[in-house]
């Protein structure tokens, strides 16, 4: 018998295979199917296509611009995937589009736990009815158009393996990221050489005083964060500390009181 793996699995649907594969190839998200957390497959919707063309897409009815994939290709391959999912949970198919829920960092953690087959379109899309058949939710990764699903996809997949456990070496790393711990921006980096084209470290981060370099890196946490992503402070969680510290943050740059706009 096997033994039921704890590895997150997900199955992608995509007529370019190859693309979707290089994420299991490289970097941290290698380092995540290697350890096991992760496990990734593809299916090809032309490997389930039964003419001599092996057609996966045909005009839209009613007319216009581009092509549109057929149902029955997607169909089984979907089926497929699925299948051989071993996981025991229930397998979410979610399909990558500009009409779908926005990706953030509470729906990456929300998929982090949960089997998944992901389908990648491409050209004008996919039949209507594939998508009302098959698919539990619609994903988007932001407001633009891409040539296909699978760029979506390899989002998907790889900030979702960052959030699974072991896969990060630091296993802080992301916690303590933005968004994750607390919705702010990250504080600035910065590594060696001490002077770059006359440019000096922050002299805080060579003190050796933990302490204030906590409170600086919080600082700048915030301060970034009023300055670029105001909209980010609304949800943050603030400590009294955090608020005295914004007050300062605020008051530094309006010295008069005066609104900035
Ligand atoms: C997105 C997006 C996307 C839509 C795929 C037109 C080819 C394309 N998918 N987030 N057909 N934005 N998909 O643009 O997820």
Redesign the pocket.
Known sequence: MTIGTSATEIAVVTLFPGLVNAVGECGMTARAVSKGCLELSTYNPRDYTTDRHRTVDDRPYGGGPGMVLMSGPLDAAITDAVANIQSQQRVQVVY???Q?QRLEHRLVCELASQPMVLVA?????VDERLLQARVDRE????D??????EL?AMVVIDAVARQLPGVLGHQDSAAEESFAGTGLLEYPQYTRPENFQGMQVPEVLTSGNHEKIKLWRRYQSLERTWRRRPDLLENAQLSSEDNLMLKKIIKAARPNGSSES
């Open positions: 990558l589009s500009p779908g379109g491409r050209y004008e899309g994903i988007s990764i932001g633009y158009v891409l040539s296909g699903g979506a």
